[in-house]
């Protein structure tokens, strides 16, 4: 069992960034593939980014290739995404979530555990 809880939200200007975590709880929470989803109003929850727990290594959507970075310090237990030149295109409620499989899925359905939500706005 894993719980995740998400921080760093907030309201920022487009070009600027913020810095999300997702403090995770569970003695497995090494072995967990673990990744950002987003989902803004009206639309499907969608794939951001995510890294492999046996190697840590990172796949990101093409939408934030080059602007955001994922990383996971399994001593802490903490989940990052860091996010730079933000765009508007980025607001969205953006959640953790954590799966046992090793490569990670761009399905939601394939995902395990989920946090409540952060939620992200980038004006314009």
């Known amino acids: 069992q894993v719980q995740l809880v998400e921080s760093g939200g907030g309201l920022v200007q487009a070009g600027g960034s913020l810095r999300l975590s997702c403090a995770g709880s569970?003695?497995?929470?090494?072995?967990?593939?673990m990744g950002w989803f987003r989902q803004a109003p009206g639309k499907e929850r969608e794939f951001v980014a995510a890294i492999r727990w046996s190697d840590r290594m990172p796949y990101y959507a093409d939408a934030v290739k080059g602007r955001f970075t994922i990383s996971k310090d399994n001593a802490k237990n903490t989940l990052t995404l860091q996010m730079n030149s933000l765009k508007p295109e980025d607001t969205a409620v953006y959640y953790c979530?954590?799966?046992?499989?090793?490569?990670?899925?761009?399905?939601?359905?394939?995902?395990?555990?989920w946090g409540q939500g952060t939620q992200v706005t980038v004006s314009s």
């Open positions: 979530a954590a799966s046992p499989r090793l490569r990670p899925s761009l399905a939601s359905n394939d995902w395990d555990y």
């Open positions: 569970g003695r497995s929470f090494s072995i967990y593939t």
